[in-house]
Nanobody, 122 residues
Framework: QVQLVESGGDLVQAGGSLRLSCVASGVTLVEYAMGWIRQAPGKEREVVACISGRGDTTYADSVKGRFTISVDSIKNTMYLQMNSLKPDDAAEYFC????????????????YGQGTQVTVSS
């Protein structure tokens, strides 16, 4: 059974940084495409970053140059390093397993975690 557990969400000031973690069990992350998806209140889910099994990455235009997705194969954990945070980045962030790479739509993913909340104060 695949289980993905996110952590690292917090309240941060605009311009600050956070690192989100996604610990996986029941699946070897480097064997699949993986992604971070976010959802703000009243908005649709949005794929912010995805990574292939061999480490190729794709980012939403809104986070390019500020966010970095990575996978630690030893810890079987995926990360999202978020720098220069903006109020528009505030959302619930989910990790999920992609059906393929690049997976650019939330419906391209399965096995969503429970999410972690990121709040950005202006």
């Amino acid at each position: 059974q695949v289980q993905l557990v996110e952590s690292g969400g917090d309240l941060v000031q605009a311009g600050g940084s956070l690192r989100l973690s996604c610990v996986a069990s029941g699946v070897t992350l480097v064997e699949y495409a993986m992604g971070w998806i976010r959802q703000a209140p009243g908005k649709e889910r949005e794929v912010v970053a995805c990574i292939s099994g061999r480490g190729d990455t794709t980012y939403a235009d809104s986070v390019k140059g500020r966010f970095t997705i990575s996978v630690d194969s030893i810890k079987n954990t995926m990360y999202l390093q978020m720098n220069s945070l903006k109020p528009d980045d505030a959302a619930e962030y989910f990790c999920a397993r992609g059906y393929y790479y690049p997976a650019l739509h939330p419906l391209d993913y399965r096995d969503y975690g429970q999410g972690t909340q990121v709040t950005v104060s202006s």
